[in-house]
């Protein structure tokens, strides 16, 4: 689905794009309005769905995690309109750099979110190929990846595929990340490089009121989007638990991107429902009365009464999804605890994407280090007692290798 005309995003800091209120009722807007009137009943219950499957996901990964079966989970929950609308606008040749809680974004670009899992099992650096759904591997450190998004960004307008009119050769980039992440010296300086090179690449701030502990009116005395607006670059508010908003800001822009236009920063206007992660427990420091206020803003709650009031969807796709949510939950559950590691020299194996010989010294030097056990069985480098397992001449030897 092509829009029919390009629309270029104003700066409109001071109001936030709502298309569906809480009660699931439409609102008018005539920029982003007729953006997201191009999604017909098929799309919407798709936007559905897959906030659907997200909530279904996220909550077993939750469960699994207090289960002891991942060391660690930081929930989407609450925040599937924002990341769910905004990557329903994402063309495949577009390229998105997530952070750490983009389970919703992951589900849309086609991935197969239990593949989420490993890195959180703690077995797997990475856990899937980031070319495959053009889909980064998940950044754990605040920000950096906004870095990341605007230098693949600069290599697409190097590569001549910004502006050029082709809709099958055009292309975008979008960072996501999040309030606190605002903060960030990275963030700050990818957004000037991306304004001062006009890069293809939309900066999609999910505001999610907290950044672990510290909520988002320390961070900033303003509304977020300002900042965008500071580094000269266009920025728009938007409600984040209105999948359409989201989806209609983050087409104008990505539109925009791919035109020549340059980068949009988005704030999308939504809440952690959950802890900041399973280590985490938020009562400590915010009142259950906030979050009741934005329990009544669900973005699924309200997609579906608007799917039932226009009667775009029936009981029997209500009730086919719910059991699909419960088939895949089992599913999920049965490959997390599957999940083995590989060997430690795994970690090698993605450092660059063609050989390094110092990378290869490495993987040389751990693995004549892990030799030095062998005669021990498998497991013999984590025996607590060093005197036990390879004899001692061995061992030392493999460590002056790797000290080396
Ligand atoms: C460079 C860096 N500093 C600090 C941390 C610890 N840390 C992890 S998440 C987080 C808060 C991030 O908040 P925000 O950007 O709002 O994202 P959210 O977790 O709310 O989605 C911090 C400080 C980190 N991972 N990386
Ligand atoms: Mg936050």
Redesign the pocket.
């Known amino acids: 689905m092509q829009l029919e005309s390009t629309v270029v995003p104003q700066t409109r800091p001071d109001e936030m794009v709502q298309l569906l209120d809480p009660a699931g009722h439409r609102h008018e807007d005539p920029l982003y309005g007729p953006i997201a009137a191009q999604l017909d009943a098929e799309a919407l219950r798709a936007i559905y769905r897959d906030m659907v499957l997200t909530r279904a996901f996220d909550d077993e990964a939750t469960a699994l995690q207090r289960q002891g079966e991942l060391g660690l989970w930081?929930q989407s929950l609450g925040q599937e309109g924002a990341q769910v609308g905004s990557a329903h606008a994402l063309a495949g040749r577009d390229f998105v750099f997530p952070?750490y809680?983009e389970h919703g974004v992951a589900v849309v670009r086609g991935l197969d979110p239990n593949l989420l899992l490993p890195v959180f099992r703690g077995v797997r650096h990475g856990g899937w190929d980031p070319a495959a759904h053009n889909f980064h591997l998940y950044t754990?450190?605040?920000?950096?990846h906004a870095l990341h998004a605007v230098g693949y960004a600069m290599g697409v307008q190097r590569d001549g595929d910004v502006g050029t009119g082709d809709d099958a050769r055009d292309r975008a980039v979008v960072a996501y990340?999040?309030?606190?992440?605002t903060s960030?010296g990275d963030v700050n300086e990818a957004m000037i490089f991306a304004a001062s090179n006009n890069a293809p690449v939309v900066f999609f701030c999910?505001n999610?009121q907290?950044?672990?502990s510290v909520p988002t009116t320390t961070q900033s005395p303003v509304p977020l989007v300002h900042r965008g607006a500071g580094f000269g670059i266009p920025s728009v508010r938007v409600d984040g638990n209105d999948a359409l908003a989201c989806y209609a800001v983050t087409r104008a822009a990505l539109e925009r991107a791919r035109s020549g236009g340059g980068p949009t920063f988005i704030e999308a206007v939504t809440y952690?429902m959950g802890a900041?992660t399973t280590s985490d427990d938020p009562t400590r420091y915010r009142a259950g009365a906030e979050e009741e206020s934005w329990r009544a803003k669900d973005p699924i709650t309200r997609l579906r009464r608007y799917l039932e009031d226009e009667r775009l969807a029936d009981e029997a796709f209500f009730a086919a999804l719910d059991d699909e949510a419960a088939t895949r939950r089992d599913g999920t559950r049965a490959f997390c605890r599957a999940l083995t590691g590989g060997p430690h020299t795994e970690m090698f194996d993605h450092v660059y994407t063609a050989a390094h010989p110092l990378v290869e010294e490495e993987r040389a030097a751990l693995a004549a280090y892990e030799a030095g056990f062998a005669d021990a069985g498998p497991g013999a480098h984590d025996d607590p007692d060093p005197g036990a397992g390879a004899p001692a001449d061995t061992r030392g030897a493999a460590r002056e290798e790797v000290a080396r």
């Open positions: 930081a952070s809680r754990f450190v605040v920000g950096a990340f999040g309030d606190g992440s960030q999910q999610n907290w950044a672990i952690r900041h």
